[in-house]
């Protein structure tokens, strides 16, 4: 097609079609797993209404093959034809629909096998057939689907795995050839459990979702003990401003699991890799114990837990990618949230110290250097002390001059007795992959945490406990660094940095003291 162009010669616009067989190849590495493609497919099946959605996992002829059918409304043929498609037309809804992008049939059954057959039926229509194979398409370098061609075998089978139902989808993969897991009993285990929390909303509202004919249980993060519930310490919603100008309503939930041994946390998954926020989009989980760049992990908050509620409307907002399985909140939405969680989180470290600190020992083994700090208070850099502005000091001043009152030089002793604490050592089990230090305000102190489990703190710290020129050099260096932490940590944008910071500080000395 060639149009005329007033300032210059005539452009032509040539269609650019897209290499097929390279493409095909390329989309069968977009980011999935196994077991977040499987959900994009229940996605479907309850975007569908079903009521029921089944999944089998098993080998035929020698050979591992996947089936999901469900008793939706089905499929006619425009919309079958479109669901095969890569960015389909089919229509979604943002605050209800779990997709989001229209690729979820093709792009989650790419990433698992290579050939696929639909049978669907909605409630006044026939059976339809499509089949989809990823070894023609590269043949023909064209995207192709065959339709048509329904079997008595098919009407049979679909018959059979929807129950009967008067409507509803069958899907058929076969020539997996993308499963990470090959033991398909166990691999069937590992998705009854993320299903089961994935979609805990819709289980806990009457749908269900079968796995080789075994049910999935609802699980809740926030409470993941039987014997005993988790403190539901805030569940509030707020408004957030959209870029067009609309309002959505976000809802927060926090939890502080139980205090139990740290044996025992292992046993139920009360770690750090499912510490931290919980997002749903839509009443379905999208991602799973991230910190939203809001707290670094480690042991300390193996308690902390939250449920971040949201709708597809927020997808911009929360920088939803394409598999659904990544999340990146705009700075306004951290900040908001980071209000909120920055309390709580802050409580659960000083809850830690309290359970897990060493005693006595910790005190007198830093006394030196905490006195010496304290010494040189006057002329080191320290973070602001909202209890103690210029201005109180100014006004006991004046009342001092104006009750004529005047004050007795100090003796040593009282001077000794009289110095204020800047800073406070304090020694606690991190594990072996948390920061070397964790620091935080306690009134006028700053309290620097040593991770006794480091490698750094066991290789170096510890052999120097009796000589008290080295172990007051690290003490020093550790609180000048704690210190700058907490003096530039003004904004959360300046926090992730000192995070990131600390995070590579920390990992470096834990690969070099290995």
């Given at each position: 097609m060639k149009t005329a162009n007033s300032a210059g010669p005539a452009v032509e616009v040539v269609e650019i079609l897209p290499n097929a067989a390279k493409l095909i190849e390329s989309l069968r590495h977009v980011g999935y797993d196994n077991y977040n493609a499987l959900a994009d497919l229940t996605d479907n099946s309850f975007d569908a209404n079903a009521s029921v959605c089944q999944i089998w996992l098993?080998?035929?002829?020698?050979?591992?093959?996947?089936?999901?059918?469900?008793?939706?409304?089905?499929?006619?043929?425009?919309?079958?034809?479109?669901?095969?498609?890569?960015?389909?037309?089919?229509?979604?809804?943002?605050?209800?629909?779990?997709?989001?992008?229209?690729?979820g049939l093709t792009t989650a059954t790419l990433s698992l096998c290579r050939r696929v057959i639909v049978l669907t039926k909605t409630s006044d229509g026939q059976l339809l057939k499509a089949v989809t194979d990823v070894d023609d398409m590269k043949r023909a370098n064209r995207f192709l689907a065959e339709f048509g061609g329904v079997t008595i075998e098919d009407a049979a089978m679909f018959a059979e795995l929807t129950g009967g139902a008067?409507?509803?989808?069958?899907?058929?993969?076969?020539?997996?050839?993308?499963?990470?897991?090959?033991?398909?009993?166990?691999?069937?285990?590992?998705?009854?459990?993320?299903?089961?929390r994935i979609f805990r909303m819709f289980l806990l509202s009457k749908r269900k979702i079968e796995i080789n004919g075994k049910a999935v249980e609802a699980f809740d993060p926030l409470n993941p003990l039987v014997d005993e519930a988790s403190r539901i310490i805030h569940d509030e919603t707020f408004e957030f401003p959209l870029a067009d100008g609309l309002v959505e309503t976000v809802r927060l939930r926090v939890?502080?699991?139980?205090?139990?041994?740290?044996?025992?946390?292992?046993?139920?998954?009360?770690?750090?890799?499912?510490?931290?926020f919980y997002v749903l989009r839509n009443l379905r989980e999208i991602v799973d114990g991230v910190t939203l760049d809001l707290f670094a992990k480690n042991p300390v908050l193996n308690r902390f837990r939250a449920e971040l509620h949201l709708s597809g409307?927020?997808?911009d907002a929360i920088q939803l990618d394409f598999a659904k399985s990544?999340?990146?909140?705009?700075?306004?939405?951290?900040d908001r949230i980071h209000t909120v969680v920055a309390p709580h989180i802050a409580y659960l470290r000083r809850e830690y110290v309290k359970n897990s600190a060493k005693t006595a020992m910790s005190a007198i083994q830093h006394q030196e250097s905490e006195n010496e700090i304290a010494k040189k208070a006057k002329i080191l850099e320290l973070p602001e002390n909202p209890k103690q502005t210029k201005s109180a000091v100014a006004k006991t001043k004046k009342g001092n001059e104006k009750n004529g009152s005047?004050?007795?030089?100090?003796?040593?002793?009282?001077k000794g007795k009289r110095l204020r604490r800047v800073c406070r050592f304090e020694e606690v089990d991190f594990g072996a992959q948390g920061q070397l230090y964790e620091a935080y305000p306690d009134?006028?102190?700053?309290?620097?945490?040593?991770?006794?489990?480091?490698?750094?703190?066991?290789?170096?710290?510890?052999?120097?406990?009796?000589?008290?020129e080295v172990r007051t050099a690290l003490d020093y260096l550790?609180?000048?660094?704690?210190s700058a932490e907490m003096r530039h940590s003004i904004t959360q944008e300046k926090s992730e940095i000192l995070t990131a910071f600390k995070t590579t500080v920390s990992g470096n000395l834990r690969s070099l003291c290995m």
């Open positions: 098993k080998q035929e002829k020698g050979l591992p093959t996947i089936l999901i059918a469900d008793n939706g409304d089905g499929m006619d043929g425009p919309i079958l034809n479109q669901a095969l498609r890569l960015g389909s037309m089919v229509e979604k809804d943002r605050q209800s629909d779990l997709g989001r992008f229209g690729m008067k409507s509803g989808t069958v899907i058929q993969m076969l020539k997996v050839d993308r499963l990470t897991n090959s033991n398909l009993s166990v691999a069937s285990d590992i998705l009854r459990k993320k299903l089961g939890a502080h699991l139980p205090l139990r041994s740290q044996d025992f946390n292992k046993d139920v998954g009360i770690n750090v890799a499912n510490q931290g409307a927020m997808d990544r999340v990146n909140p705009t700075q306004a939405l951290r005047t004050s007795a030089p100090a003796t040593a002793e009282e009134g006028n102190n700053i309290v620097v945490q040593l991770n006794t489990a480091h490698p750094f703190y066991q290789r170096i710290l510890e052999p120097y406990t009796n000589n008290p550790l609180f000048s660094m704690a």
